[in-house]
C-alpha cells in the first residue's frame, strides 16, 4: 500500500463521523417513590426508523447514548420475590427466591411514554406512578 497512514486516518476520521449526533441521556427511574433497583430502559425510534438504543437500570439509574430524535421510552424493572415451595434442581442447591416484573405494561410493552433527543448531554427522570388496573372491567 502507497499511503499506510492516510488508509488508517481516513477509517479514523469515518468512525468518529458514525458516533456524530449521539447523546448521552441519564437520570433516575422510580415507580411508587422508589428506585428501580434493577431493570432495563430502552428507547425505541419513532418514524419507522427502527433503531433501538437502551441500557441498565441500576439502583435507580440508567445512562443511554442516543442520536437527536423522537423516541417511545419502554421500562422494565425487576423485583425478588421470595417462594414459599423452593424450585429444586438436580444438582443445584434449592433457590427460594425468582423475580417477577415490577413495572406495569403501561410503561413497557404498551408504553405511551416518550421523549424528544435534542440536546447533547441530557438528564431526564422517569417518575413512575403506581398503575391502578382496578377500574378495568374485562
Known sequence: MKYPYLFTCLLVL????CNRGMHTVSGRVLYD????????IAFIAEEGRGSAYGGDISSGKYKV???????????????????????????LPPKYETTEELIPECYNMYSTLKYTVDQKSV????????????????
Request: proline share 4%; no cysteine.
Open 65 to 91: 447514548h442516543v442520536p437527536n430524535g423522537d423516541y417511545l421510552v419502554m421500562i422494565h424493572g425487576e423485583k425478588k420475590v421470595r417462594l414459599d415451595k423452593p424450585i429444586e434442581i438436580v444438582g
Open 33 to 40: 417513590d422508589k428506585a428501580v433497583d434493577k431493570g432495563t
Open 123 to 138: 438528564t431526564q427522570d422517569f417518575i413512575l406512578e403506581k398503575a391502578d388496573f382496578s377500574s378495568e372491567a374485562n
Open 14 to 17: 469515518l468512525l468518529a463521523g
